[in-house]
T-cell receptor
């Protein structure tokens, strides 16, 4: 079955600390992988995507993610978190760039001073 | 990027009534999608709406409960029919442009 797992429901980090949000997927074909961020009252914004090529992808706002096929993972990282990064983060997988997306349950990030 | 607006942004409705949510895209698009985000849960695709054809519904969603219209290439509506408290969710529409999928701000629905 196709699915996305985000094991961490809620994470709290201190401002300036590094961040890693975990994402594991199960998908029968070559996966297209995405990370979205949803701030309160806002729509979903695409942070980054992976289709093929270099397994380390850079996104907006200083985020990056690494695709590891052997681990079926696509973890999101940021070296230094800012208070404005507090939001909910969703990992998603699709079978093509324009196909429907399967989302994980999300990780809610809190940033403390 | 694609700019997507939704109306209403939120609503509180009584059980047994229906609500129609509108989604407007700033340019012509082929595919539009409707998602549901239940409290504390993931986004789930309800249906895909292509202009000129009937919407394609995902498993667990039916046209009688979630009728969708797609009258032109920039607009779509989703109706939540005969609502119950279990329909309380955020409903989002989306579309694709290039290799990205863009989402509207969502409609937060509360059913009493």
């Amino acid at each position: 079955a196709q699915s996305v797992t985000q094991p961490d429901i809620h994470i709290t980090v201190s401002e300036g600390a590094s961040l890693e949000l975990r994402c594991n997927y199960s998908y029968g074909a070559t996966p297209y992988l995405f990370w979205y961020v949803q701030s309160p009252g806002q729509g979903l914004q695409l942070l980054l995507k992976y289709f093929s090529g270099d397994t380390l992808v850079q996104g907006i706002k200083g985020f990056e993610a690494e695709f590891k096929r052997s681990q079926s993972s696509f973890n999101l990282r940021k070296p230094s978190v800012h208070w404005s990064d507090a939001a909910e983060y969703f990992c998603a997988v699709g079978g093509g760039a324009t196909n429907k997306l399967i989302f994980g349950t999300g990780t809610l990030l809190a940033v403390q001073p | 990027s694609a700019v997507i607006s939704q109306k209403p942004s939120r609503d509180i409705c009584q059980r047994g009534t229906s609500l129609t949510i509108q989604c407007q895209v700033d340019s012509q698009v082929t595919m539009m999608f409707w998602y549901r985000q239940q409290p504390g849960q993931s986004l789930t695709l309800i249906a895909t709406a292509n202009q000129g054809s009937e919407a394609t519904y995902e498993s667990g969603f039916v046209i009688d409960k979630f009728p969708i219209s797609r009258p032109n290439l920039t607009f779509s509506t989703l109706t939540v029919s005969n609502m119950s408290p279990e329909d309380s969710s955020i409903y989002l529409c989306s579309t694709t442009r290039g290799d990205e999928q863009f989402f509207g701000p969502g409609t937060r629905l509360t059913v009493l």
